[in-house]
């Protein structure tokens, strides 16, 4: 039986919230019913202490990205994935665990397209918040006369995050929606530390590699590659059916393919390249600043680790300043400009096949174990160096520079992945991993 007080402590946080979300277009209120089923990816009222990664969490991805892409994409394709996912757990899951989820009950809305505004999938997260934020208070091992108001205080706060999360949402252009950090600026509602046991795996196993990247990627504001989750999305049936390690495989070789933007076309590279030439003090300087980028992070990190060298993983990115300072080189040469042209074509080429290649090994890299391979203390350096903002952002713009594309078009989808995973598996405590990667400027 419901507590009559707990409903009308939801209802009245989420009140500004319903009024304006039944005013919303059909289409914008499905979009928000996804936001809000991500924000319940780790249900918080949810405890096990057998790990449910497989049976809870990898359903819930599965319908969560399905979702996300046929609302993005819309063709029937994706739709089919999509019904194939909610009628494959409503025969392969008996104790009932992800068809209760509200990624399930999100999926099920979007695929019957219903015009009814559906409350109590929203209304249901801030009460499992605020569930969970009593509970903390009452299981504590001291309790004091003030225990019970502290508990309900906790329980009002909590479920006023979410509804004010929620609302927030309403307001923001719908091309930005998922570009806007999860809980915004103020943060989840609640310390997560518990579900240990449940969800372990998920935040260790190599097959879930790709989701924490892709789960993260929400909670910032910075999706990953979009075209990259179409592709994942629409990953065949059985393959799905088979489980996370059946998908982690065809993932990776998806990933492989993701290794940045294709060269330009001859004719294309040649004004591009015309145009570099044009601005030899601009480019040779580009060129220098992407070099000393690369050297100056890696120093740091080889010091304050303290370490020999980097992981074998990253031996193409110990090779990219060689390619800037050659480019650098032609630039300054005393030759002619059709010679320069040759030589200019020629270095961007060989730049271009090696941060192909390192995209292209770190795909694989990432999946593996990565425990052990730093130490605690060189993860450290390492994500106040290499897995910096600073760094990410200076070597896109190096790169793109001379490859002829925007900057958001670099995303080093599988470099920040590597990244991510090396600090998750050998940073203090693992449970679950706070976010070392830099938001992606893919749109």
């Known amino acids: 039986m419901i507590d009559e007080g707990t ?13 304006d979300y039944i005013k919303l277009h059909q289409s914008a209120r499905e979009l928000l019913t996804v936001r809000s089923a991500l924000r319940n990816f780790f249900d918080p009222s949810f405890g096990s202490q057998m790990d449910v990664s497989s049976r809870y969490l990898f359903p819930v991805c599965r319908y969560l990205i399905q979702s ?28 009932n665990l992800a068809h209760n989820t509200v990624a399930y009950s999100a999926a ?34 001291e309790h004091t006369i003030n225990s019970g108001y502290e508990a309900n205080f906790n329980y009002d706060t909590a479920v006023a995050q979410v509804a004010k999360a929620s609302h927030l949402d309403c307001k923001i252009d719908l091309k ?12 989840e509602p609640i310390e997560r530390d518990t579900n240990i046991n449940a969800y372990k795996n998920f935040h260790v196993a190599p097959a879930f590699a790709f989701w924490r990247n892709w789960y993260q990627g929400f909670v910032d504001g910075a999706p990953i590659n979009w075209e990259l989750q179409r592709r994942v999305a629409l990953i065949p049936d059985p393959i799905w059916d088979a489980g996370p390690e059946a998908v982690a495989q065809v993932i990776r070789e998806i990933e492989a393919e993701f290794a940045g933007p294709a060269p330009l076309a001859d004719a294309e590279l040649r004004t591009h390249v015309a145009y570099l030439l044009s601005n030899p003090i ?11 980028i690369i050297e100056r992070a890696i120093a740091d990190y080889l010091r304050e680790a303290p370490a020999n060298c980097l992981p074998e993983e990253l031996r193409h990115l110990e090779a990219l300043p060689q390619h800037f300072k050659a480019i650098a080189r032609v630039i300054g040469n005393q030759t002619g400009d059709d010679e320069k042209e040759t030589q200019l074509i020629d270095e961007i080429s060989k730049l271009h096949a090696r941060v192909a290649e390192l995209e292209k090994e770190l795909a694989v890299a ?11 203390e060189a993860a450290k350096a390492f994500g106040k160096s290499i897995g910096s903002p600073y760094f990410y952002g200076g070597v896109a713009m190096g790169v793109s520079y001379f490859f002829g594309v925007s900057p958001s078009d670099m995303t080093f989808e599988n470099l920040r992945g590597y990244v991510g995973e090396l600090l998750r598996a050998n940073s203090e405590g693992t449970n679950p991993s706070p976010s070392y990667l830099p938001s992606s400027t893919d749109v």
Not at 7 to 19: K, Q, S, T
Not at 76 to 93: C, T, V
Not at 176 to 187: Q, V
């Open 7 to 19: 409903v009308d402590v939801v209802d009245e946080a989420f009140r500004e919230f319903d009024d």
């Open 68 to 95: 996300l892409c046929f609302l993005k994409y819309g063709h029937a394709g994706m739709r089919e994935r999509l019904a194939n996912a909610i009628e494959f757990a409503a025969k392969d899951d008996p104790f």
């Open 108 to 141: 099920q809305t979007i695929i019957d397209r219903s015009p009814q505004a559906n409350l109590d999938l929203f209304h249901a997260v801030g009460i499992s918040y605020a569930s969970f934020a009593r509970n903390q208070n009452s299981t504590a091992s």
């Open 176 to 187: 930005r929606l998922f570009d806007t950090p999860l809980w915004h600026s103020f943060g």
């Open 282 to 292: 601009l480019t040779e300087a580009t060129a220098l600043n992407g070099a000393e």
């Open 366 to 376: 990432k999946s593996k174990e990565l425990k052990g391979v730093i130490s605690q």
